[in-house]
């Protein structure tokens, strides 16, 4: 055994590099401490033998809850394939009662579309994160696996950790306020801070949106060899996430959308993710992911790239039953699947590209 300091850097998290190059994240000793202190106290609290099933890259999320399964001597459950095969999870959860296991939304997508049997009984808890599980699709996981989902938010600068809405809130059918807490992000956890703060960092007021900052000993040290990136992302002692969303009044934060994804329209601003919500209440949109395109007139306009068989004019009809006129989508471009990466977040960079490329073509 090699002693080591709180300070001690223990792991180089990369980012996912959804919005440009990953960057090292330098998480310490202490960190990984409070992440795994987080997580056992408020999202998944673990007995000697109960199970970590590792169906998601152990790179990233599931790997951090190692630690505190190590810590209470957990077992770790490693699929033969390597990947994700829904199917082969249902067996392997089949196998080890009390299992928990760390998923991206898309992941829970295709276990609650799978026609494999779950021992539902088995699973101890379902943690989703990584990206926004849509309230349709956390409604169909909850009547499929019942009251064994928690989500958790975070990003690799605040592993895991910056909020939860743990089991008992996605369970609770009976609160008043449970569809709005569906479609939230829970509330920060004990050992964060959190604040929305405006473009100059001045602290704004309940249900302001803004960009969301955090600070405490779960947040990293720094970015690897780039101290201009650490300056700037920790600017003032706080983790600028660059995520908007706003807290209510019982403390429950909600995400919008990151920075970089908002469209500004003739100055209005549009959160894609509310208008995703809307196309996925279509029961032939199987995925959708909404857009900037440049527009000469307004800006920027919304284009939806839809997974699905959707006839236009209906999803039209559903923008305008359910959001402003002017957030509906300009276009709806029908694709085979959305670009993704290995943990299942949608790469907006690529659609982007490939929007702008359709473009050009167009203009040819």
Known sequence: VIPRAPDDLAWLFYTSGTTGRPKG????????????????????PTAPGDALLHAAPMSHGSGLYMMPHVARAGVHVVPESGGFDAEEIARLIAAWPRTSMFAAPTMVKRMVESRADHVVENIRTIIWGGAPMYREDCLKALDRFGPRL????????????????????????AHPNWLQRLGSAGRPFACVEVMIADDAGRPLTQGEQGEILVRGDVVMAGYWNDHEASANTLAGGWLHTGDLGFLDADGYLTLQDRAKDLIISGGAN????EIEEVLLKHARVREVSVIGRPDRDWGEVAVAYVVGDAPPTELDALCLEHIARFKRPKDYVFIDALPKNAYGKILKTELRALDAGRQRKAGD
């Open 270 to 273: 549009i959160y894609p993710r």
């Open 25 to 44: 994240a330098m998480l310490t000793h202490r960190v990984l401490a409070w992440a795994s202190h987080a997580y056992l106290a408020e999202v998944d």
């Open 150 to 173: 928690a989500q958790i938010y975070g990003q690799g600068e605040s592993p895991m950790t910056i909020s939860v809405l743990p089991k008992q809130d996605i369970a609770d059918r």
